[in-house]
C-alpha cells in the first residue's frame, strides 16, 4: 500500500487459502458456490490456491487469471458449461472398444511383452489439450499465469497434491514464495514451476486415467493417500481456510441390504472413502487443536497459530443425482456403466464422478450457489469475522475457527 513499509504489510498480512478437494464432474458444485462468493463478498481474495484431482484443474486455473476474483470464477464458469465428457477423454465407440481390447489382451496373455500395454482405461489427451488452451499454456506446459501473479504478490502460492506410484507417498508440488519444502510421514511437499502435467496428474483418476509422468516417476489422483487435505494450505502459511467439499454430510441413502451390491455400488464405496472421507478427519484434528491452544501458555506455542476454518458441503447427495443424469452419458459408455449395475442404485458416486454433460453440471453449479446463499451467514463470519474470545465448535460440518501447528501439520 503506498505509505507503508513493505516488510511490516507483508508481517501483518493474513493469508487465506482456498482448498477444493476432488470429485471429478462434481467439482462443478465448487464453481457454482464460488459464483455466489464472487457476486456476494466482491473484496474476497485468496493469496493461496490448493487443489485435488478435479479440484485441481479448478485450482489451477483460479490462480493463473490475471482478472479479479470474480471475473476468474465467471470464465471459470463458462469452461464448465461448455464441458463435455469428449473434451475429457475420449469417449466415442472406436476409442473404448480399442482400450477394453488392449485390456482385454493383456489379461488373456498373461502379461505377456507382446500384449499392448494398456495405460489407463480411456484415453485423456482431449483433458490436456483443453487444459493448455484454458491455462494459456508454454510448449513445454507452464503456466504463465500462475507466474505473473506470484510475481506480481496478487498469489503466494498455487498447490497441487499428486500420489505416487514409486513411492506411495502423497506428493504436494507447490508453486510460490514464502514456503520452504516439508517432509512428513508418507507425505511431502516439494517446489516446483508447476506445469499442465502436475494438473492432469492431479487428476488421473486410478486404473480409469493413465498415470502421468513427472520429474522423478510416474504420480496418479492426488486424493488416493492424502492424509491430511487441509495440511498444504498450513504449510503455504495460510492464517484462513475456506475448503469446498463435494462430499456427502452423512452417509447415502440405504441401498437394497438383501440384494448382493453391483460392482457400481461397491465402487462409490471406495471412491467415496478415498476422495471425499479425509477432509472432515483433518477438520476434526484442527478442531481439537483449537479447542487445546487456550491452555498453552503464550510462551510456549513455539509456533501454534489460530486457523480460522470454513467448509462447505453440498446439502444434496450429488451421487443420487447422477443417477437422474445416466442418459446423458454416450451410448457405449452408457450400455457399459449398466452394466456395472448403475441402475440397480440409488446413490451413484462412480457415476457422478463422469458425467461432464451439460445437463449434471448445470444442476451442481446451480445447486453450489443455492447452498451457498443458505449459509451466507457462515460465509459473512468467515470474511467478516469478528473479534471474539470464544472459538466456535463444530469443524467437521461448516463455518469453524480452528487452531493448528504449522510445523506439525
Given at each position: 500500500m503506498p505509505g507503508e513499509r513493505p516488510a511490516a504489510a507483508r508481517r501483518r498480512r493474513r493469508h487465506t487459502a482456498l482448498v477444493l478437494p476432488g470429485g471429478g464432474a462434481r467439482a462443478a458444485y465448487q464453481v457454482g458456490f464460488l459464483r455466489y462468493v464472487a457476486r456476494e463478498f466482491p473484496e474476497a481474495a485468496f493469496?493461496?490456491?490448493?487443489?485435488?484431482?478435479?479440484?485441481a484443474i479448478n485450482a489451477s486455473y483460479l490462480a493463473a487469471h490475471r482478472g479479479t476474483f470474480r471475473e476468474a470464477v465467471t470464465d471459470l464458469e463458462a469452461v464448465w458449461r461448455d464441458l463435455r465428457i469428449r473434451d475429457v477423454f475420449r469417449a466415442d465407440t472406436y476409442a473404448l472398444l480399442r482400450d477394453m481390447a488392449r485390456w482385454a489382451m493383456r489379461l488373456v496373455s498373461g502379461g505377456v511383452r507382446t500384449a499392448p500395454a494398456p495405460r489407463g482405461l480411456v484415453d485423456t489427451a482431449p483433458l490436456r489439450r483443453l487444459l493448455v488452451r484454458c491455462l494459456d499454456a508454454r510448449a513445454d506446459g507452464t503456466i504463465p499465469g500462475v507466474?505473473?501473479?506470484v510475481r506480481d504478490g496478487r498469489?503466494?502460492?498455487?498447490?497441487l497434491t499428486t500420489s505416487s506410484y514409486a513411492t506411495g507417498e502423497s506428493v504436494t508440488w507447490f508453486q510460490g514464495r514464502g514456503a520452504l519444502p516439508w517432509s512428513r510421514q508418507q507425505r511431502r511437499g516439494t517446489e516446483a514451476a508447476l506445469t499442465v502435467d502436475h494438473v492432469t496428474a492431479s487428476a488421473a483418476l486410478p486404473f480409469l486415467f493413465p498415470p502421468v509422468r513427472l520429474a522423478d516417476g510416474w504420480y496418479g489422483d492426488g486424493g488416493v493417500r492424502l492424509a491430511a487435505p487441509l495440511s498444504p494450505a498450513i504449510h503455504l502459511g495460510a492464517d484462513r481456510i475456506l475448503a469446498i467439499t463435494t462430499g456427502r454430510a452423512g452417509c447415502a441413502a440405504p441401498e437394497d441390504r438383501a440384494r448382493h451390491p453391483p460392482p457400481a455400488r461397491i465402487a462409490g464405496v471406495v471412491l467415496e472413502s478415498v476422495f471425499l472421507d479425509l477432509l472432515d478427519q483433518d477438520a476434526a484434528r484442527?478442531?481439537?487443536?483449537?479447542?487445546?491452544?487456550?491452555?498453552?501458555?503464550r510462551a510456549q506455542r513455539e509456533g501454534m497459530r489460530r486457523i480460522d476454518l470454513c467448509v462447505q458441503r453440498p446439502a444434496a447427495d450429488l451421487g443420487t443425482l447422477a443417477s437422474l443424469h445416466e442418459i446423458e452419458l454416450p451410448r457405449l459408455l452408457r450400455w457399459l456403466s449398466r452394466g456395472w449395475g448403475t441402475r440397480q442404485v440409488r446413490s451413484n458416486d462412480a457415476l457422478s464422478l463422469l458425467l461432464f454433460e451439460p445437463g449434471y453440471i448445470g444442476?451442481?453449479?446451480?445447486?453450489?450457489?443455492?447452498d451457498a446463499a443458505s449459509r451466507h451467514a457462515e460465509l459473512e463470519a468467515f470474511f467478516h469475522p469478528v473479534p471474539a474470545p470464544a472459538l466456535v465448535a463444530g469443524a467437521r460440518t461448516r463455518g469453524t475457527a480452528a487452531t493448528n501447528r504449522l510445523e506439525r501439520n
Amino acid at each position: 500500500m503506498p505509505g507503508e513499509r513493505p516488510a511490516a504489510a507483508r508481517r501483518r498480512r493474513r493469508h487465506t487459502a482456498l482448498v477444493l478437494p476432488g470429485g471429478g464432474a462434481r467439482a462443478a458444485y465448487q464453481v457454482g458456490f464460488l459464483r455466489y462468493v464472487a457476486r456476494e463478498f466482491p473484496e474476497a481474495a485468496f493469496d493461496i490456491v490448493f487443489g485435488v484431482s478435479a479440484g485441481a484443474i479448478n485450482a489451477s486455473y483460479l490462480a493463473a487469471h490475471r482478472g479479479t476474483f470474480r471475473e476468474a470464477v465467471t470464465d471459470l464458469e463458462a469452461v464448465w458449461r461448455d464441458l463435455r465428457i469428449r473434451d475429457v477423454f475420449r469417449a466415442d465407440t472406436y476409442a473404448l472398444l480399442r482400450d477394453m481390447a488392449r485390456w482385454a489382451m493383456r489379461l488373456v496373455s498373461g502379461g505377456v511383452r507382446t500384449a499392448p500395454a494398456p495405460r489407463g482405461l480411456v484415453d485423456t489427451a482431449p483433458l490436456r489439450r483443453l487444459l493448455v488452451r484454458c491455462l494459456d499454456a508454454r510448449a513445454d506446459g507452464t503456466i504463465p499465469g500462475v507466474e505473473d501473479n506470484v510475481r506480481d504478490g496478487r498469489l503466494r502460492a498455487l498447490a497441487l497434491t499428486t500420489s505416487s506410484y514409486a513411492t506411495g507417498e502423497s506428493v504436494t508440488w507447490f508453486q510460490g514464495r514464502g514456503a520452504l519444502p516439508w517432509s512428513r510421514q508418507q507425505r511431502r511437499g516439494t517446489e516446483a514451476a508447476l506445469t499442465v502435467d502436475h494438473v492432469t496428474a492431479s487428476a488421473a483418476l486410478p486404473f480409469l486415467f493413465p498415470p502421468v509422468r513427472l520429474a522423478d516417476g510416474w504420480y496418479g489422483d492426488g486424493g488416493v493417500r492424502l492424509a491430511a487435505p487441509l495440511s498444504p494450505a498450513i504449510h503455504l502459511g495460510a492464517d484462513r481456510i475456506l475448503a469446498i467439499t463435494t462430499g456427502r454430510a452423512g452417509c447415502a441413502a440405504p441401498e437394497d441390504r438383501a440384494r448382493h451390491p453391483p460392482p457400481a455400488r461397491i465402487a462409490g464405496v471406495v471412491l467415496e472413502s478415498v476422495f471425499l472421507d479425509l477432509l472432515d478427519q483433518d477438520a476434526a484434528r484442527i478442531e481439537k487443536a483449537n479447542r487445546l491452544l487456550p491452555f498453552v501458555p503464550r510462551a510456549q506455542r513455539e509456533g501454534m497459530r489460530r486457523i480460522d476454518l470454513c467448509v462447505q458441503r453440498p446439502a444434496a447427495d450429488l451421487g443420487t443425482l447422477a443417477s437422474l443424469h445416466e442418459i446423458e452419458l454416450p451410448r457405449l459408455l452408457r450400455w457399459l456403466s449398466r452394466g456395472w449395475g448403475t441402475r440397480q442404485v440409488r446413490s451413484n458416486d462412480a457415476l457422478s464422478l463422469l458425467l461432464f454433460e451439460p445437463g449434471y453440471i448445470g444442476l451442481l453449479i446451480g445447486l453450489g450457489e443455492s447452498d451457498a446463499a443458505s449459509r451466507h451467514a457462515e460465509l459473512e463470519a468467515f470474511f467478516h469475522p469478528v473479534p471474539a474470545p470464544a472459538l466456535v465448535a463444530g469443524a467437521r460440518t461448516r463455518g469453524t475457527a480452528a487452531t493448528n501447528r504449522l510445523e506439525r501439520n
